[in-house]
């Protein structure tokens, strides 16, 4: 059985920093790309970054780039999202989601996997 358990979320004041984890179980870790996305109040949910087998490849939405650094430990089966300089703008649920491959992926459906999502809130 395939898990992905967030965490790490929280409330933060504008311009401050949260690293979101995600632990995954039950598959293939190592040869799926993962990837981050976020759901705000009354909106889709939007893809915010992603990271293939190679760690190096990873791309980020734009309006989080140059803000959001996504990392993946493959002993850990864990992926992170660090975020600094948060805006309130950022306040959403977020959701870690395991690719179908190892190339990193922008659109959700290419994802099989998908965690509980943990909140995040930006306060101004």
């Known amino acids: 059985q395939v898990q992905l358990v967030e965490s790490g979320g929280g409330l933060v004041q504008a311009g401050g920093s949260l690293r979101l984890s995600c632990l995954a179980s039950?598959?293939?870790?190592?040869?799926?790309?993962m990837g981050w996305f976020r759901q705000a109040p009354g909106k889709e949910r939007e893809f915010v970054a992603t990271?293939?087998?190679?760690?190096?490849?990873?791309f980020y939405a734009d309006s989080v780039k140059g803000r959001f650094t996504i990392s993946r430990d493959n002993a850990k089966n864990t992926v992170y999202l660090q975020m600094n300089s948060l805006k309130p703008e950022d306040t959403a649920v977020y959701y870690c989601?395991?690719?179908?491959?190892?190339?990193?992926?922008?659109?959700?459906?290419?994802?099989?996997?998908w965690g509980q999502g943990t909140q995040v809130t930006v306060s101004s």
């Open positions: 989601a395991a690719g179908r491959t190892i190339r990193p992926q922008t659109t959700e459906s290419q994802y099989d996997y």
């Open positions: 039950g598959l293939s870790f190592s040869s799926k790309s």
């Open positions: 990271i293939g087998w190679i760690l190096s490849n990873t």
